[in-house]
């Protein structure tokens, strides 16, 4: 209600949707910016109200989309906020708010997955694990984009059904939902034998005992399945940041050469290096892709009905307890 006054670098902007998404209290703890009360939705789409005098990219009734940085003091929650000019872009015409705020995000960890740990590119095999999640969804696509064939598991019926009609048509859907299929041995016999280039997990199981209680757990690969499945060279890039690795399981990463790469999308706010000066070089072009292939209808996401604001609080419930299987997005 009280903005403070718009600084040099500043864009006042309208939000009309904002996306949420699961905030890791976690990291945040660990990089000292837990606090009691933590801003709610990062990823925004609205028009330029004002900018402040060094602002250079953008000027009044610009429609743009970003995401607010980590730190952020502010909600995305909010019909005005005020944003570094550094983490807005352009929105398209052709781009509704709601699909740019719903995919900037799974866009930008897509992007750091296939371009920068794994450098997809024509002719290579990827595995996109759970590809019916909203994540999933837009990896599948970049990685199709790209010349990439794509492998994908699917966690119930309704996922198998969502993932075999995606155009372009996924190589092949395993669907894992029943136990009974084994992931490795389906993706070796797809290759040929030669396994796939690039594995994008959604967590895998660590150890041989799960726990039983949690239905979702049992669907995982165990880790031994991902390496099996690796081919020579290979990239397998994990969500998993408690992955521990034993001594036969590097070995058999040493005889294929292979790498496992950390899927942390919050790197590009993690970085020691010059702030605004990272974020410009690296993250703006990303940002601007994204809006592109939305543009295109090459990026098609995963999103649920659009949200009003006075039912945000329930949905941010469900995303933190893990429970959408769409994206949720607030529209204003």
């Given amino acids: 209600e009280n903005l403070p006054p718009t600084r040099d670098h500043d864009v006042k902007v309208q939000v009309r949707a904002c996306a949420l998404s699961w905030i890791d209290t976690k990291l945040l703890s660990e990089i000292k910016l837990e606090k009691e009360l933590l801003p709610v939705g990062r990823e925004i789409s609205g028009v330029v109200l004002e900018v402040g005098r060094k602002v250079t990219f953008f000027q009044p009734d610009d429609e743009v989309v970003g995401i607010l940085p980590l730190d952020s003091e502010e909600s995305g929650l909010c019909e005005v906020i005020l944003v570094h000019e550094h983490y807005l872009v352009r929105k398209p015409e052709k781009v509704c708010w709601v699909e ?52 994908s598991t699917a966690y119930s019926l309704e996922d198998k059904q969502y993932l075999e009609r995606l155009r372009p048509p996924v190589a092949r859907v395993i669907d894992v939902s029943n136990g009974k299929i084994d992931v490795a041995e389906s993706c070796l016999e797809e290759t040929g034998g030669l396994g796939v280039d690039i594995v994008l997990d959604a967590g895998v199981k660590l150890y041989s005992a799960e726990d039983e209680s949690n239905s979702k757990s049992q669907l995982l690969p165990h880790k031994h399945d991902i390496i099996t499945l690796l081919g020579v060279g290979g990239h397998w890039i994990t969500t998993e940041k408690s992955l521990q690795l034993d001594p036969p399981d590097s070995h058999s990463l040493f005889l294929k050469g292979a790498t496992v790469s950390f899927l942390n999308d919050e790197i590009w706010n993690l970085s020691n290096v010059q702030q605004g000066k990272y974020l410009y070089i690296l993250l703006i072009p990303i940002l601007e892709d994204i809006m592109e292939k939305l543009s295109s209808s090459i990026f098609r996401p995963q999103l649920d009905e659009p949200i009003p604001l006075y039912e945000a609080k329930v949905s941010m419930e469900i995303v933190q307890k893990n429970q959408a299987r769409k994206r949720q997005v607030i529209q204003f």
């Fill in 100 to 151: 740019a705020a719903g995919a900037v995000r799974d866009g930008v960890r897509a992007y750091t997955a296939l371009h920068y740990l794994s450098q997809v590119s024509p002719g290579k095999t990827v595995l996109v694990m759970d590809g019916a999640s909203p994540f999933g969804t837009i990896a599948i696509q970049l990685a199709q984009h790209r010349g990439a064939k794509v492998i």
